[in-house]
């Protein structure tokens, strides 16, 4: 195992979701990003997700890069209390990264499921 995503449900339709990729030699490999679109994948076509959103530590640079620069996150909230920023997808940016995990893997998940 290298790390783990979870997805907690604050309502029906919005999730927050947490990525950590604990093993060094799989971090910068896409494996977070793997990960993670597979997880906004099941979370918007089976659960019925429509907005997720996920606290960075503003000292976790790559994540930071991962959720607002590769895959454009928006951030919505800052905590400086925390040292942690909260960004959100939803609608065109959720879509996006859905489509990106729906084309890779996911039809060979539905023949298992």
Do not use: C
């Not at 790390?3 to 490999?29: C, H, K, Q, W």
């Not at 959720?67 to 959720?94: C, H, M, N, P």
Request: charged residues 30%; aromatic residues 10%.
């Amino acid at each position: 195992m290298i790390g783990d995503v979870n997805l907690y449900f604050t309502t029906p339709t919005r999730a927050e979701i947490e990525l950590m990729i604990a093993e060094p030699s799989a971090r910068t490999r896409r494996e977070g990003f793997a990960a993670l679109s597979l997880m906004l994948w099941y979370a918007t076509t089976r659960l019925g997700g429509q907005e997720v959103f996920a606290r960075v530590s503003d000292k976790n640079a790559p994540s930071l890069r991962l959720f607002r620069d590769k895959i454009g996150w928006v951030e919505t909230e800052r905590s400086e209390f925390f040292g942690e920023t909260t960004l959100e997808a939803r609608g065109k940016v959720l879509d996006k990264v859905v489509r990106m995990a729906d084309g890779a893997v996911m039809h060979n998940f539905d023949e298992v499921a």
